[in-house]
């Protein structure tokens, strides 16, 4: 059985490995024998199949980018391919970037979901059900709140606005009365009315690239949610627990600059898509002032936040130059 092992191998082992087989093996007696054994015996070698090679995501440009926005260069060397930021009481512009391109926006779509439902006056301790129609489709995101998950609508909002929950904002637009088509004529009817021209909504959680506005509109968007106690409430809560069945959830905000010190902030929004890439509004006290910020197209997860850093350090120099 030695001998026609080595025998046999010898192709296999020279070509693997280059270690010859002894020479005198084929020659003793009975190898014949311990052969025909041997192959009643042997099991077919497994040759392990070649693992495909990693496949590489492919880049899917963000409307800004395909725009050619990406290129533009300012004074702060942000990363956000639109930048717009103005003084809340005075209306004076004091950083812009791109500021009328209409673009994509994401989640920043639950202000105005948000704001629609707080104006209503709607029952916020009624429940509402999470059901196959708030499944998103679109994006096929997934999300901790199940079908037949039931909250209050007080849950509902707090968890759209902090936590940009879609399932939950879903379900705000779909359990208005009138159904799902009135709470999208409701939205656009809102942005007409508060001037907003570049702004157009089709669904109330962001995840159709079809949701659109400008920087300047958006500005004005969050101007309105900052009157809004329920909206600065939710948006800026650092966290927040809800019992669905018998498990508590823990939710955190998409916002960490909500949990600095070195923040005031009144009202809040983050969001993304593809399409849109990253996005942050906020309305903020620097240097005494109460600023709106926006910024759109943010190439990073991380680069939005550093984004509002740099404007506040920015707007906290000048205010240290500027003379009173």
């Not at 926005?69 to 812009?96: C, M, R, W």
């Amino acid at each position: 059985m030695r001998c026609w092992l080595l025998s046999l191998g010898t192709a296999l082992t020279l070509a693997c490995t280059g270690v010859q087989a002894a020479p005198e093996a084929a020659s003793k007696p009975g190898n014949a024998q311990t052969s025909q054994q041997a192959k009643r015996k042997a099991k077919p070698v497994k040759v392990a199949k070649a693992r495909p090679a990693a496949q590489t995501v492919a880049h899917r440009p963000s409307h800004a980018e395909l725009a050619g926005l990406h290129g533009h260069h300012d004074p702060l060397a942000l990363k956000s391919s639109v930048a717009y930021v103005i003084d809340q009481e005075t209306n004076e512009v004091l950083f812009s970037k791109n500021e009328q391109a209409v673009l994509p926006i994401a989640s920043l779509t639950k202000l105005m979901t948000g704001l629609i439902i707080s104006e209503a006056k709607l029952p916020m301790d009624e429940v509402l059900t999470i059901t196959q129609a708030d499944v998103d489709t679109e994006k096929g995101s997934t999300s901790r709140l199940k079908v037949g998950t039931q909250l209050t609508r007080r849950e509902m909002l707090h968890l759209a606005l902090m936590s940009s929950e879609n399932r939950a904002a879903s379900a705000l637009g779909r359990t208005y009365p009138g159904g799902l088509q009135t709470f999208v004529g409701l939205m656009n009817a809102k942005a007409r009315q508060l001037g907003m021209q570049d702004t157009h909504y089709v669904e109330p959680t962001g995840l159709s690239s079809k949701n659109q506005s400008s920087a300047k509109d958006l500005a004005v968007l969050v101007n309105q949610a900052s009157d809004d106690a329920i909206l600065r409430e939710f948006s800026t809560s650092p966290g927040h627990q809800v019992a669905v069945g018998r498990q508590t959830l823990q939710y955190n905000n998409t916002n960490r600059l909500v949990k600095s010190p070195a923040w005031d902030i009144g009202v809040q929004k983050t969001g993304y898509i593809s399409e849109a890439g990253q996005c942050l509004v906020m309305q903020a006290k620097v240097s005494g002032r109460k600023l709106i910020m926006v910024f759109l197209d943010s190439a990073g997860k991380l680069t939005r936040i550093a984004d509002a850093e740099r404007v506040r350090r920015w707007v906290e120099a000048r205010s240290v130059m500027t003379p009173t």
